[in-house]
């Protein structure tokens, strides 16, 4: 009888994508399968992609990796946030941090109850009457362990604030991505995944229905597998260029089509958090590593050239140039299905939602994480993979939708750009969101997507939309009650943060790179 197993794995591709699929499933199947990475080191990889999500943290604890010499080796730093300027309107700055905000009380989000003290606060001011709790209105962002931690650039790991029921810090690293990835290739090695060297040239399809037989390598080399991913970045070499599956173009919504990077010197600070901010025609992030600055303008060529686009980055840089810019290309989208028949798209061959929050190699993360829960036998059971591919586009077009909200909600009109983001027509699911949040304060997480309430709750109120109204439950309080519950807050925030070292201290201590 024949062996319904899959014992052969081809993957296409060793940038990010291949390489944390060849360590997590080599780390997951062991023996079961055998491994083989294919890649061309003439070809090359993207080679950018220094800024993650919290999630990144569950690769090195799945893979046994100590989390100091992940950092020390990739020479990372800590992320605790990104920092938006510019985006609402011009010299407005706020942060999605990653920790909670707040504390629910009962069935009502913190939410409420801080909108209630605004508006309470701001009725008084109006009215003309001396404000019952001092002038100043605290933001939002006092409440949140991870937004203070950034604006003093302390850190330190934390997973309660002190005895209370707050949760501590939540964090993601900054990191060089091409020494990650090497270190997952080691990693992945060490566990059996052969590497070859070589261009792929030709895909041999099977007659009966199409399916993945072979690669055939410029050498002249055949690979046969079972099944085959394909991390070949945005060329897509198999579950494109061999099987013509299609691609959803998703430009209408997030515009940009192209960046240009360049590495700097530090300017005085490492910050512990991603800086994004937002100029004519796109956006300009700044990533700090142990030894340089990453910088990139992510833009929309109908709006600008490459040469402004240029200029805008080198005159946005804190410290000298320390290479040449480099141009990319890209087309927001996803694939109409990521997994075709015994084909598996990852990381950017399987579509690309731009980077401003980060979210490309989480994505190719949790890829690996569905497919070894689904992992299918050579049956390729079709319910299976209409379950994979569901679930795919779901977490896409969420991490779509999220990413959209920042464009949209702006009070921005200096330029053409920033008027068309803000008239563009929204996927029904975001508008939806918008409004309840606009009428209602209301954030409710949709299924298993990415971002939580929290994220969504600092970008709404950040962008600027702001609540009309709140939970009745919040009004059960008394002033003094919602004082207390508020200010107590702030203040084991506050003395939490006090005990933290300086983030560049913290690095010196626990995983300084050697050079
Ligand atoms: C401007 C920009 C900024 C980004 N910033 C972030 C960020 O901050 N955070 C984040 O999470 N992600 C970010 N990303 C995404 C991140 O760069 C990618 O997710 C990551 O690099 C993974 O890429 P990949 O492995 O899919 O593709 P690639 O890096 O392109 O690797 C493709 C691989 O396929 C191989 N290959 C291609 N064709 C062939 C062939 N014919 N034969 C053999 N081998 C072949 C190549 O040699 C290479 O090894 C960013 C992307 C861009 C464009």
Known sequence: MNDPRIRHVVIVGGGTAGWMTAALLSQ???????????????????GVGEATIPQIRHVSKFLGIDEDELLKASRGTIKLAVQFNDWRRIGDTYLHAFSDVGLPLGLAGFQ???????QERTSDASAGAASRRGNSVPDLWAYSINAQAANLNRFARMDKVGDSPLTGIRYAYHFDAARFGQLLRRHAEQRGVVRTEGKVVDVALREIDGF???IRLESGETVAGDLFIDCSGFRGLLIEGALKTGYDSWQHWLPCDRAVVIASEH???????????????????????QHLDSNGHVYCSRHVSDDEAT????SHLEGPALDEPRQLRFHTGMRKNVWNRNCIAMGLASGFIEPLESTSIHLMQSAVGRLLTMFPDKNFDPSLVAEYNRQTRFEYERTRDFIALHYHATERDD???????????LPEGLAHRIELFRQSGHIFRDGEELFTPMGWLQVMIGQGIQPVRYHPLADGLSQVQ??????????????????MPEHAEFIARHFKADS
């Open 482 to 499: 919602l004082d207390g519950f508020l200010t107590d807050i702030r203040t084991l925030v506050e003395r939490a943060v006090a005990t």
């Open 415 to 425: 330029t053409e750009f920033w008027r068309q983001c803000a008239t563009m027509e």
């Open 311 to 314: 200029a805008t980055l080198l």
């Open 267 to 289: 300017g005085d600070t490492i910050r512990p958090y991603t800086q994004a901010s937002a100029q004519k025609a796109g956006w300009q992030w700044r990533i700090p590593l």
């Open 112 to 118: 409420h109850y801080w909108l209630r003290d605004l």
């Open 28 to 46: 997951a199947l062991g023996s079961q399968v055998q491994i083989r990475l294919v890649e061309s080191s003439e070809i090359g990889i993207v």
């Open 212 to 214: 993945i037989e072979s």
